[in-house]
């Protein structure tokens, strides 16, 4: 349909309006599809009208197009659902389970079911997440504020929220008009003319003595317009001309329509996301789930669920005002009723336009612009800290997981790694082939010729595991990254003829790989484990100079740019590039998708030094918009970035530059207090909380706002203890130059000198375009603690005293023994602890003005929780003692089940309920450790006393399989999803490694020297995997240690340096695996540094403990909060449970102890000094 007939129905839609035929407008709306009427659909939303609601809205969406549509249909058909339920119509509630909500039970199963069970109950409201339910009014009001959300943000209903700005009756007026022009037109026009008809056009008899017409004066006609000319024949060319057929568009050509229900990329979980922080879809509506997201959506959709949300305000980031009008149809003047469209008519395609954009403005609106003004404080202004790199940075990027470790690669082939927090340098590497012998003879020759090496590009994989570095010589090196300054070789693959101009991440058929481009105008994927190379790409004429992956629902492709100002794309095949665009410029491009991949941007620099940063319409090949606010004459290649869906950024002259991406003036700009080169390379966090930026001085400037600062805790003013590090980090070293770099370096920028107008040729190497400093003699620098022995100044943290730390003894009135086993809940804003008398335990963080998120912390005291019925979660006991058995328990990944045994029967509670939902496998052989499977929670692998792991099937109560190997009873389970494998441990000091394909055992290790310091026959060993899946903890009496999975290999070990030290009674990873919590029988608190395993912290008794409590007490159990790294929880011998963080004004548990740049990945066992033994006589309890 042309836009002047979607015109003409919205015309016909105000006249309908305007005369009352209320039924019909909606009709039309519904049928064309021009416009959601929000307030007809409230208006049905709260008589409870659903057959009317899914109807009105079947003619904008279906419930399986995208995320967004799928969660409003739901949240619908759940309310009806519950109404029925209210109302005690079970059949109906069947009816309505059978009939709309069955469709749910294809993408979540075990939701289906769960939904299914509220017809058990007497009230659903005893459903926890129902439980705040309250009558039928109240609950619908609640959910149209989320619908509302959700419509808003939906693709499906861009440009269909907001009516066109009319005047009042504006087909009436056309129409006059037009009778006016008839009448003009007539040849015997009388002075008042008689309309009867508007079916065929109008004409006045011959009159007799006929004088001049004056202006017509029937009341339907408005005044004469004066006529300006010949009038234009009404034909083929009048205004309302028949729809032409849709032309495809390029990227709709090559991009075709994946299945709308596919969304690889969205979890699914009974409870909603178990990480969302850790999640950034494009399209996707977010995972299906129980319970409502206790993190409202963003504009991803968020979870479906069961609980109302409990914020819808803060759905959106950016909302549509207050002040907007009503969805009603205008009326009056259009100064006084204007309206703003969200985008012009005429624009569409779901996947490629973005959700979430300021409303442009219309001459005549009268609406406030300063409700859309941009937040500045969003903008990381402060200049938080300063880093000496030794050499010039030519690219940056910040860890996606832990937000202040920065990737820096520079114009004399090193690389660093920077905590941004404490200012130190964790890593410095200087560029080295790993296998010269495996190279091509022609980097080898390249190589002795001129040894001078460029990082072209430093970047991270999606989940911080790897970092990848492109070498302006052939080369690439693949790091794996295992938390502080722990890197290791993991590929190094000769890439490219000539410079590797760019690399990136990506994840084509669910499968890591790494895309690389260079002088040798190729394209290359290689696949991110073996280094394999799967796709070479082939086309462009110029050599490429960068590479965006990217993917559009199910469908995965790569935008690259080469130096002759060509955009194409590719798909994951051999077939060729499937677009052919110019970028503005026409040479050094790059690209880059906002942070929710809905919205395409490029940057480029012309050979003339004129820069362009535009925003681009994927599915015409055109610029939508391009931004103002560069010189004419940039002095170098400007580099930019985006951040959080809404700002721009980019260095050029001496500053950095920032846009609104919905508006193309220059926004504001920066000088981070000056020393920036003419052309700083720039880089955000993923938050956009922190803004790296390279400094004229071979430097780093960090710029935060205020949630950055918040980030970095500075300590200015607060009397922080000196830091080592920070000192080394902060001071000018005097680079040393080498010489075999600086005569190369010499001889080239000698060489240089005499071609000057070189840059001129399309074959210019990429390594002489990347920046203003890359001709500068290369010099290779070094860190002034050659000189300076840090080991002397740092000193161990000691915590002796209460006022040293935050620590909270949570309540308990139910007088329980010790405490065996602790775990926050995945949400952390909970901890369950289960008993040695088989009473489980659970603790809620309340939510309030001192603690608004309801997570867990020492700063609020939790309440100790129990449902209205007033029953506790008790485990199946045998007739033996229960303190002699061996407690055990894992929780479900969305918090709503734990399984647990204490000797007896396994049990599986409802989290929200405490009823238990069934028992199975009775002694003998008893449990003794439980672990659900990562993929499938109705997989278990239940460690026996007998020395088996039997491997359980809750559905359909059946053991799948027995694995033997052990010795004595299984003491560990722990589960890697990225190698498929079950680690097992046991009492006899055996670690064991199984396959989860065929449960077979691929290999086993006794722990070296696991000699038993409480004299016992049996000691537990425990085991738990690092973040990365890789590598794992285990923890015995005797030791800590951290093996490599598939060798199983220790690579570091502690042990205490006295055989008469006290043994470790637990310990655990942090929630971000850099840090190891043990505690120990004397009740000491030790706090590692998982990179090394060297002890950073040690927090005595008597900073916890009162000096009332016995001194035979000591903690059993310590819990890692699953959000916050610096928080843990400790479970002792009396029943209590504390729970201990840094003060504030800290932020965490002391310095990271001296290491090695680079340190090994093979560490020697490290001994040190007894837990309890101090530099100060340890104060009595």
């Not at 706002?705 to 080592?724: I, K, M, S």
């Not at 049990?907 to 199975?920: Q, Y």
Request: proline share 8%; charged share 20%.
């Amino acid at each position: 349909m042309s836009s002047l007939s979607r015109e003409l129905v919205f015309l016909i839609l105000q006249f309908l309006d305007e005369e009352k035929f209320k039924e019909s407008v909606h009709k039309l709306e519904q049928e064309s599809g021009f416009y959601f009427n929000m307030k007809h659909f409230e208006e049905e939303v709260q008589n409870g009208n659903w057959d009317e609601v899914e109807k009105y809205l079947s003619g904008f969406t279906k419930v399986d197009d995208n995320r967004y549509s799928m969660k409003i249909f739901f949240e619908i058909r759940k309310q009806k659902y519950l109404e029925a339920l209210d109302k005690h119509d079970r059949s109906k509630a069947v009816d309505i389970l059978v009939k709309d909500l069955k469709v749910f039970a294809t993408f979540n199963e075990e939701l289906y079911k769960e939904i299914t069970q509220l017809l058990t109950l007497d009230n659903f409201r005893e459903n926890e997440q129902l439980s705040k339910y309250g009558d039928t009014k109240s609950a619908r009001s609640i959910m149209l504020v989320e619908l509302k959300k959700l419509i808003e943000a939906n693709p499906l209903f861009r440009d269909k929220l907001q009516f066109p700005s009319l005047k009042s009756s504006r087909l009436r007026t056309l129409i006059n008009q037009s009778l006016n022009w008839q009448h003009q037109l007539c040849k015997n026009p009388r002075p008042n003319p008689d309309i009867k008809t508007l079916f065929v056009d109008h004409t006045c008899g011959q009159p007799n003595g006929a004088h001049a017409p004056g202006p017509a004066s029937n009341p339907l006609l408005g005044s004469m317009p004066k006529p300006g000319g010949g009038f234009p024949p009404l034909g083929a060319h009048g205004p309302f001309q028949p729809t032409a057929a849709p032309v495809p568009t390029p990227l709709a050509g090559w991009m075709s329509n994946p299945p709308a229900v596919t969304h690889p990329g969205a979890p699914m979980g009974l409870g909603g996301p178990t990480n969302p922080a850790l999640n950034h879809p494009a399209v996707s509506g977010g995972p299906i789930g129980l319970g409502a997201p206790s993190n409202p959506i963003p504009v991803s959709g968020g979870p479906i669920g069961l609980g109302a949300p409990t914020n819808p305000a803060a759905l959106l980031k950016r909302p549509t005002p207050a002040g907007f009008p009503a969805a009603d149809y205008q009326a009056g003047d259009s100064s006084d009723h204007s309206a703003k469209r969200i985008r012009p008519i005429g624009v569409s395609e779901e996947g490629n336009l973005p959700v979430n954009i300021t409303p442009a403005s219309y001459p005549q609106s009268s609406h406030n612009q300063a409700m859309y003004a941009p937040v500045l404080d969003d903008i990381p202004k402060t200049v938080a800290r300063t880093l000496i790199q030794g050499s010039n940075p030519m690219s940056m990027d910040f860890h996606p997981v832990h937000q202040t470790i920065l990737l820096v690669g520079t114009n004399v082939g090193e690389i660093g790694l920077w905590d941004v927090n404490t200012r130190e340098r964790l890593v410095s590497r200087n560029f080295k082939v790993w296998e010269l012998s495996q190279c091509s003879m022609a980097l080898q020759s390249s190589l002795v010729k001129d040894p001078a090496v460029s990082v072209n590009r430093v970047i991270w994989s999606p989940d911080g595991s790897l970092f990848g570095v492109a070498y302006s010589k052939h080369v690439v090196q693949i790091y794996s990254y295992h938390g502080g300054g722990d890197i290791r070789q993991h590929l190094e693959i000769d890439a490219h003829t000539g410079g590797v101009n760019d690399i990136a991440f990506s994840h084509p058929n669910k499968q890591l790989c790494v895309i690389t481009c260079g002088d040798d105008k190729t394209i290359k994927v290689w696949d991110a484990t073996s280094g394999a190379r799967q796709y070479t790409f082939e086309g462009h004429d110029a050599p490429v100079y960068s590479v965006c992956p990217h993917h559009k629902e199910n469908i995965q492709f790569i935008f690259s740019t080469a130096l002759d100002g060509k955009i194409k794309a590719w798909l994951y095949d051999n077939l060729g590039s499937r677009v052919d665009y110019d970028a503005p410029g026409h040479w050094c491009t790059t690209m880059a998708y906002s942070a929710d991949g809905t919205r395409l941007f490029s940057c480029g620099t012309s050979k003339e030094g004129e820069s362009f940063i535009v925003e681009w319409n994927e599915s015409e090949g055109a610029v939508k918009r391009t931004y103002q606010g560069f010189r004419k004459r940039s002095l170098g290649v400007v580099q930019f970035d985006t951040t959080k869906n809404r700002y721009l950024a980019a260095g050029d002259e001496f500053v950095i530059k920032f846009w609104d991406m919905d508006n193309t003036n220059l926004l504001t700009t920066l000088d981070a207090e000056g020393g920036l080169p003419a052309s700083p390379r720039i880089r955000f966090n993923k938050e956009g909380t922190l803004l790296a930026v390279s400094t004229h001085e071979n430097g780093i400037k960090i710029l935060a706002n205020a949630d950055g600062l918040r980030l970095l805790r500075t300590f200015e003013g607060q009397g922080r203890p000196f830091d080592a590090s920070r000192a080394i980090s902060e001071s000018n070293a005097k680079p040393i130059v080498n010489p075999l770099v600086a005569a190369a370096a010499a001889a080239a920028a000698s060489a240089g000198a005499s071609t000057t107008g070189a840059p001129n040729t399309p074959q210019t190497p990429i390594s002489a375009l990347n920046g203003d400093m890359k001709g500068m003699v290369d010099i290779k620098p070094r860190i002034v603690e050659d000189t300076t022995d840090k080991s002397k100044m740092w000193k161990l943290t000691e915590i002796n005293e209460p006022t040293q730390c935050r620590s909270l003894r949570l309540m308990d009135n139910l007088r329980t023994s010790k405490i065996s086993r602790l775990i926050y809940t995945n949400s952390g804003v909970a901890l369950l602890a289960l008993a040695s008398n088989a009473i489980h335990l659970l603790w809620k963080w309340p939510r309030n003005d001192r603690n608004p998120g309801g997570k867990a912390t020492a700063g609020v005291t939790p309440q100790l929780w129990q449902p209205p019925s007033g029953i506790l979660m008790t485990n199946d006991i045998t007739d033996s003692n229960p303190e002699e058995a061996v407690p055990c328990f894992a929780l479900s990944k969305n918090d709503s089940y734990v399984m647990s045994a204490s000797g007896g029967k396994i049990s599986l509670f409802n989290m929200m309920t405490f009823k238990t939902m069934t028992t199975f496998m009775p002694p003998p052989p008893a449990a003794t450790f439980l672990a659900f499977h990562p993929q499938d929670n109705n997989i278990i692998a239940i460690g026996m006393d007998d020395s088996t792991i039997q491997i359980y099937n809750v559905r359909v109560d059946e053991v799948k399989s027995k694995l033997k190997g052990h010795s004595k009873r299984i003491t560990g389970l722990a589960f890697s999803n990225v190698l498929n494998v079950l680690v097992s441990s046991g009492a006899d000091s055996q670690i064991c490694v199984w396959s989860t394909d065929g449960w077979e055992k691929q290999r086993s290790k006794f722990l070296p020297n696991q000699q038993s310091l409480s004299g016992s026959n049996i000691c537990d060993t425990r085991v738990q995997f690092h973040q990365d899946q890789v590598n794992f903890l285990v923890v015995h009496e005797s030791q800590i240690a951290i093996y490599e999975t598939t060798k199983l290999e220790c690579l570091r070990q502690w042990v205490p340096r006295e055989n008469s030290a006290p043994p470790i009674s637990h310990a655990a990873f942090s929630c971000d695996s850099q840090l190891v919590y043990a505690t120990f029988v004397d009740a000491t608190v030790c706090i590692f540094s998982a990179s090394n395993l060297k002890l950073r912290c040690r927090i005595l008794p008597a900073a916890y403990l009162p000096p009332s409590v016995s001194p035979n007490v000591h903690p059993l159990v310590v819990a890692a909060h699953p959000l916050e790294p610096n928080q843990f929880a400790i479970g002792l011998t009396d029943g209590g449970v504390h729970v201990i963080e840094p003060l504030e004004s800290d932020g965490k548990w002391g310095a990271a102890p001296p290491s090695e740049n680079g340190s090994s990945s093979s560490l020697p066992p490290t001994a040190a000094p007894t837990p309890g033994a101090s530099s100060s006589e340890q104060p009595q309890r």
